[in-house]
């Protein structure tokens, strides 16, 4: 189960691999329906044969146990699983208080001081659990981190900010980099402008160099799993 | 043995039962309210194309630009929902009950009050989305009362509009529902025993068919299995329009007999959405009582959940009725019978439970909701898959079996699995929440909701519409007019969906008035496939509307005469 996790983006297969099943089984799943098509003309069958015939009963069999197969193999993925294994007292557990609002993120880092005037983008070290407490002040907002700084990276993670909760949510950033935050959740005419920035810098024993630039893939895993 | 000496090379006709001159004329008003409003919310949605495209034609900047776009969009998604594939649930459902049950509709004057009340929810969606209200299709509170600056937005006038119409859009699905339940729950239902294959008539190629069938010692007991009208005591009623018995052993499935497969379909849709709605009423009722302080006076969690308890439901509702209908087109255009094969019923108890559960799957990332809730989200989202399965190989095997003509009606109904299929894949991804961390909310679940509505359902109901159209008006709509739609909707359709899935897949964000640079490639493109399939639904009005206008030929009048002259005796061919 590891080894597929770690073959896999983050959380699942990651959003490339979602593609191309996705345009496999629609190539293949048109082909199959024009095979059909063209064959159907073709046949020559008998009651008898139509009777010995059982193949629904080996495809519901065999459709269940793919089902089966695919929520055994997510069951690690799901939020109660991911997080349970999380020690919440670990002493590199950072913390991030995530401030969501028409159209704004607030993104402090517990420990650190709020410098008036300073930038609210977030800085984090890689390599070490990130514990994202969310809280929106007025309407739904979604919390989604795109693996990079440009437009057109693939979503890392997210989670939805319902007002009046804490929405908890837990990471660990492996690359150093920057990370564009936008909301998912529509939430008023100027959803789309509503972004943030999160600078993931390498644990201090590394070099300074290796901070990955501007336009450079990141990415993570999920803490725990 | 070849199959040509023993099955007419024709289709055979519809059941025999006439379904009243009132339900044809509420049926074909329902048909046509629903293509005018496909056209109006089919305009929307080029609106928001072009806007995306930066083609001058609209033209108004920044703020204004996106309130444009968002009351658009609320409008479209609505409309498409509650005025077009709601619709043609509802007009199919008055048609199939009472055609396939053999029996007047109950509660004709609630049937045609549906049709007015619908339509009002409509131009109330309509007015409100003139109004500015933009909150989405979904309209997830408290963003319906705190649109930001209500001067550049919406107010509270808009937000109420938009609520009372989505009342009534609850009212109008419940007496749907339970006019379906007053039709199939009293008087006399067609029954018959499930058997493996062939059902055959009393007094129909008796010759051939019987000695067919006696090659099998199952089949000789067929004199007992004729379908035949019979009022079933309650508890064996609901077993049988649940399709719960075709679990049971054969001599149980004796004694709790099969009815339509349209009957099953039509009842578990409504049982579905009756189940629903109360979700809707919750999330309204929430909406109404926060008019004053929405930010501290209601649980949003709850209201959501509640809302989604009600909207994938709604889901299922423009569907699961129409996969009953494949069952009828399939073997009327295949030259088989096959009314009670055990595999096409052994889905619909799952399509229940399957159906009313699967909404949890909107909540994954609401990391607050209770872990049972997450863990029946998964569950529920890859049950339903399972059924689903199944329906899709039942049909192709079907059809792969028979001789098909490929009509423009099955080439429709062939569309529309395929467009199923394809976004019920989708469905299997968001399904599972390592997979949906990366679709949800992108223009990917855009692409999902396009392939499972316009190219699922809507293109099943467009296959019975050319395929019932002869028999409510007694004429033929045109065959050019039908192969341009066909081909038009299928290459704008799949086009549309796909393309959204492609980059929405690659981080496109779903409603993103502006949308990121990295997809601006992708807007032309989409217009083009929005317009395709807009020329298509003109065409396919034009042809609705010269058919109804026109006189019937005489070709037509004595294929009409000729069909319902045969005597309609206690039997049904075919469901």
């Not at chain 2, 009756?274 to 006076?297: C, D, E, T």
Request: with cysteine.
């Amino acid at each position: 189960m590891s080894n597929m996790v770690n073959l896999a983006a983050n959380y699942g297969w990651g959003p490339y691999t979602l593609l191309y099943i996705f345009i496999i089984t629609v190539i293949v799943g048109a082909a199959g329906l024009l095979i059909v098509m063209a064959t159907t003309r073709m046949k020559t069958q008998t009651f008898a044969s139509k009777k010995r015939f059982h193949f629904e009963r080996y495809w519901a069999i065999g459709t269940a146990a793919v089902l089966i197969w695919l929520w055994v193999i997510s069951y690690p993925w799901m939020p109660p699983v991911a997080f349970s294994s999380i020690n919440p007292t670990q002493k590199n557990i950072q913390v991030v208080d995530v401030t969501a609002g028409q159209w704004f993120w607030l993104m402090h880092k517990e420990g650190q001081p709020i410098t008036p005037g300073q930038t609210p983008h977030l800085t984090i070290i890689a390599g070490q659990p990130v514990k994202f407490i969310a809280r929106s002040v007025d309407v739904n907002h979604g919390l989604g981190i795109f693996a990079g700084p440009a437009d057109g990276s693939p979503i890392l993670l997210q989670m939805q900010v319902v007002p009046g909760l804490d929405n908890v949510f837990y990471y660990t950033f492996d690359k150093p980099g920057y990370y564009i935050v936008r909301c998912l959740e529509y939430c008023g005419y100027a959803h789309p402008y509503m972004t943030s920035i999160i600078n993931v810098l390498p644990q201090p024993t590394s070099s300074p160099n290796t901070l990955t630039p501007a336009g450079g893939v990141a990415g993570g895993g999920p803490a725990g799993v | 043995m070849q199959r040509e000496e023993h099955y007419p090379r024709e289709p055979p006709p519809l059941p025999q039962y006439d379904i009243s001159p009132e339900l044809k004329k509420l049926v074909l008003m329902f048909m046509g309210a629903m293509l005018i409003n496909f056209l109006i919310a089919g305009a929307l949605a080029i609106g928001m194309r072009t806007i995306q495209t930066d083609v001058p034609i609209i033209k108004v900047d920044g703020i204004a630009q996106n309130v444009l776009f968002y009351a658009l969009l609320t409008a479209h998604g609505q409309v498409m929902f509650f005025g077009v594939v709601c619709a043609n649930t509802i007009w199919f459902g008055y048609y199939a009950v009472s055609k396939w049950g053999r029996k007047p509709l109950a509660g004709m004057g609630w049937a045609k009050a549906s049709f007015w009340i619908m339509e009002a929810s409509v131009i109330l969606i309509f007015v409100a989305g003139l109004s500015g209200f933009g909150a989405g299709w979904y309209n997830l509170m408290p963003l319906t009362f705190l649109p930001g600056h209500p001067s550049v937005t919406w107010g509270s006038a808009a937000a109420i509009t938009f609520l009372v119409a989505d009342v009534i859009v609850g009212v109008y699905i419940t007496i749907f529902c339970i006019v379906i339940f007053a039709t199939l729950l009293r008087g006399k239902l067609p029954v018959g025993t499930q058997i493996f294959e062939y059902m055959h008539e009393k007094d129909r190629d008796k010759g051939d068919e019987v000695s067919l069938v006696k090659e099998n010692k199952e089949a000789q007991n067929i004199e007992k299995e004729f379908i035949h009208q019979e009022n079933l005591p309650a508890s064996v009623r609901w077993v049988s329009l649940i399709g719960i018995n075709s679990w049971f052993p054969k001599k149980w499935r004796d004694v709790t007999p099969a009815v339509p497969i349209v009957c099953v379909a039509a009842f578990v849709t409504a049982l579905v959405q009756i189940i629903g709605n109360p979700g809707l009423f919750v999330q309204l009722a929430s909406g109404f009582a926060s008019l004053q302080n929405p930010v501290a006076s209601s649980n949003w969690l709850l209201t959501k959940n509640a809302w989604w308890f009600f909207a994938h439901p709604i889901v299922y509702f423009p569907l699961l009725l129409f996969l009953g209908g494949i069952y009828f087109l399939a073997p009327r255009y295949g030259k088989e019978r096959v009314p009670f094969f055990k595999w096409n019923y052994r889905t619909w108890p799952f399509y229940l439970a399957f159906s009313t559960l699967v909404f949890s799957h909107h909540v994954f990332m609401d990391i607050p909701n209770p872990v049972w809730l997450q863990m029946m989200a998964q569950t529920a989202s890859l049950g339903i898959v399972w059924p689903s399965g199944m329906t899709i190989i039942t049909v192709l095997v079907f059809t792969w079996r028979s001789k098909m003509t490929w009509n423009i009606t099955t080439r429709f109904f062939i569309a529309g699995i395929a467009g199923w299929m394809f976004g019920g894949f989708q469905g299997t991804e968001t399904g599972m929440w390592g997979t949906d961390m990366y679709l949800h909310n992108t223009l990917s679940m855009v692409g999902h909701i396009h392939l499972i509505l316009l190219m699922g359902p809507l293109l099943f109901a467009f296959a019975v519409m050319y395929a019932i159209i002869p028999d409510l008006t007694k004429k033929h709509m045109s065959k050019t007019l039908g192969e341009i739609h066909f081909w038009l909707t299928c290459f704008g359709g799949f086009g549309l969906a796909i393309l959204f899935n492609i980059i929405g897949t690659e981080g496109a964000v779903r409603r993103e008035a502006d949308i990121a640079s990295a997809f601006h490639w992708a807007m032309p493109y989409l217009l083009f496939f929005a317009l395709l399939v807009g020329i298509a639904q003109f065409l396919l009005v034009y042809n609705f509307a010269t058919t109804l206008r026109r006189k019937p030929t005489q070709n037509e009048t004595t294929e009409y005469e000729k069909l319902h002259s045969q005597p309609a005796g206690e039997g049904i061919t075919y469901t």
